[in-house]
C-alpha cells in the first residue's frame, strides 16, 4: 500500500472540453477569484518624483538694473554735494559708507555751497549689471558732471532680502 501511487480524477463540467481548457485565447483563472494571468507582464515605467523647491516667503528682491541705477544717482549726487549722505547709510556697507564720508568730508573743504549749486547736476548716462551668482550684482556706470564724466563700479549684494553695496571704486 504504501508504494501505490493515488490516481487523480478530474471531472470537467458538461460544457468544456479539453480543447476549450487549453486554448490561448481564453483568459485563465484560479477558483473564484479571476485572476488573469498573462505570459510576460506589462511594465509601466514608475513616473519620477516631482522636484521640490523651497520658496521664498517673504518679499522678492527688487530688480538688480532698477535698484542699482536709483543707487547710482544717489552716491552721484551725495559725492556731487546736492544729497546728505546720510541718506545711503542703509544701502551702503560700512567700509563704503566711512569711505563716502571721508570723500564728502573733503569736497565740503575744497568748495563752498555757492560753487557747488551753480555747475550743473550729475546725470547718469549708463547702468550695465552682471549677476555672477544669485545674490551677487556687478555693476558699472557712466556719469556724467557737466562736461566730465566719471566712471563708478559697485558691488552689490543680498543682506536681510535687500541688496547692499559692498564695494565701491570710483573713476
Given at each position: 500500500?504504501?508504494?501505490?501511487?493515488?490516481?487523480?480524477?478530474?471531472?470537467?463540467?458538461?460544457?468544456?472540453?479539453?480543447?476549450?481548457?487549453?486554448?490561448?485565447?481564453?483568459?485563465?483563472?484560479?477558483?473564484?477569484?479571476?485572476?488573469?494571468?498573462?505570459?510576460?507582464?506589462?511594465?509601466?515605467?514608475?513616473?519620477?518624483?516631482?522636484?521640490?523647491?523651497?520658496?521664498?516667503?517673504?518679499?522678492?528682491?527688487?530688480?538688480?538694473?532698477?535698484?542699482?541705477?536709483?543707487?547710482?544717482?544717489?552716491?552721484?549726487?551725495?559725492?556731487?554735494?546736492?544729497?546728505?549722505?546720510?541718506?545711503?547709510?542703509?544701502?551702503?556697507?560700512?567700509s563704503v559708507f566711512t569711505d563716502l564720508n571721508r570723500r564728502v568730508r573733503v569736497l565740503g573743504l575744497t568748495?563752498?555751497?555757492?560753487?557747488?549749486?551753480?555747475?550743473?547736476?550729475?546725470?547718469?548716462?549708463s547702468v550695465h549689471v552682471s549677476l555672477p551668482a544669485t545674490e551677487v550684482a556687478e555693476v558699472c556706470a557712466?556719469?556724467?558732471?557737466?562736461?566730465?564724466?566719471?566712471?563708478?563700479?559697485?558691488?552689490?549684494?543680498?543682506?536681510?532680502?535687500?541688496?547692499?553695496?559692498?564695494?565701491?571704486?570710483?573713476?
Amino acid at each position: 500500500m504504501r508504494n501505490r501511487k493515488l490516481a487523480t480524477v478530474s471531472t470537467l463540467p458538461a460544457t468544456e472540453t479539453a480543447s476549450t481548457r487549453i486554448h490561448p485565447a481564453t483568459p485563465m483563472t484560479q477558483g473564484a477569484l479571476a485572476l488573469h494571468y498573462q505570459e510576460e507582464p506589462e511594465l509601466h515605467p514608475i513616473p519620477a518624483p516631482p522636484v521640490l523647491r523651497l520658496v521664498p516667503t517673504g518679499p522678492t528682491l527688487p530688480d538688480a538694473q532698477a535698484w542699482a541705477t536709483r543707487l547710482v544717482q544717489a552716491v552721484a549726487e551725495v559725492l556731487a554735494g546736492d544729497r546728505p549722505i546720510g541718506q545711503l547709510i542703509r544701502f551702503t556697507d560700512t567700509s563704503v559708507f566711512t569711505d563716502l564720508n571721508r570723500r564728502v568730508r573733503v569736497l565740503g573743504l575744497t568748495t563752498t555751497a555757492t560753487a557747488r549749486s551753480t555747475k550743473e547736476r550729475s546725470a547718469v548716462r549708463s547702468v550695465h549689471v552682471s549677476l555672477p551668482a544669485t545674490e551677487v550684482a556687478e555693476v558699472c556706470a557712466h556719469v556724467r558732471y557737466g562736461d566730465r564724466s566719471r566712471a563708478m563700479a559697485l558691488r552689490l549684494e543680498v543682506h536681510r532680502n535687500r541688496w547692499i553695496c559692498t564695494a565701491l571704486e570710483l573713476g
